[in-house]
T-cell receptor, first 112, second 116 residues
Framework: GENVEQHPSTLSVQEGDSAVIKCTYS??????FPWYKQELGKRPQLIID?????GEKKDQRIAVTLNKTAKHFSLHITETQPEDSAVYFC???????????FGTGTKLQVIP | GAVVSQHPSWVICKSGTSVKIECRSL??????MFWYRQFPKQSLMLMAT?????????EQGVEKDKFLINHASLTLSTLTVTSAHPEDSSFYIC????????????FGPGTRLTVL
């Protein structure tokens, strides 16, 4: 089955700096890669996703890149703000109605 | 749009009792719902995939007789933790796939279960 690894497990950045979280996956058939943000005690919220037919997607301060050959994808947050502090999960799926496999999570702390 | 509710939000029960958790898609139809378990500071572990009108598919290591799943309609799935024990204490989260947007999962707010 799919295995998703995520690094780093914790990340502290100064407000205004950029943050990068990296994930690798094992199943070459995976073609859908969502990213979720989870604040303490709350539900995961989808923040951005990318499909295998594109290499990069951007939404305001958030961008995701995908390298299918290397089977890794990354989340980039620019101009970080304290409200970006949360746990971020990457995930991979073969798409359609198939299950999603989550990474182990990255706790991001943005220091004011 | 794409709201998923979960009830109850928290429950405390005695060891040996059964607890039912409901997951509802409020404004869309969900042929597939997923149940996850999350321990503190850990990732979401998929327990089972719930398909409307058919038996759930359980992940390896998850006891189907202990975690009963029923997906009776396109908007409702239930998870029953039978004969709960303290080690079953956890945060249980469901998610639902919008029938019209097959890839995206929408999560419920979660249920905090504490077994005394």
């Amino acid at each position: 089955g799919e295995n998703v690894e995520q690094h780093p497990s914790t990340l502290s950045v100064q407000e205004g700096d950029s943050a990068v979280i990296k994930c690798t996956y094992s199943d070459s058939a995976s073609n859908y890669f969502p990213w979720y943000k989870q604040e303490l005690g709350k539900r995961p919220q989808l923040i951005i996703d990318i499909r295998s037919n594109v290499g990069e997607k951007k939404d305001q301060r958030i961008a995701v890149t995908l390298n299918k050959t290397a089977k890794h994808f990354s989340l980039h947050i620019t101009e970080t703000q304290p409200e970006d502090s949360a746990v971020y999960f990457c995930a991979a799926s073969t798409g359609g109605y198939q299950k999603v496999t989550f990474g182990t999570g990255t706790k991001l702390q943005v220091i004011p | 749009g794409a709201v998923v509710s979960q009830h109850p939000s928290w429950v405390i029960c005695k060891s040996g009792t059964s607890v039912k958790i409901e997951c509802r898609s409020l404004d869309f139809q969900a042929t597939t719902m997923f149940w996850y378990r999350q321990f503190p500071k850990q990732s979401l572990m998929l327990m089972a995939t719930s398909n409307e009108g058919s038996k759930a598919t359980y992940e390896q290591g998850v006891e189907k007789d202990k975690f009963l799943i029923n997906h009776a309609s396109l908007t409702l799935s239930t998870l029953t933790v039978t004969s709960a024990h303290p080690e079953d204490s956890s945060f249980y989260i469901c998610s639902a796939r919008d029938r019209g947007r097959r890839d995206t999962q929408y999560f419920g707010p979660g249920t905090r279960l504490t077994v005394l």
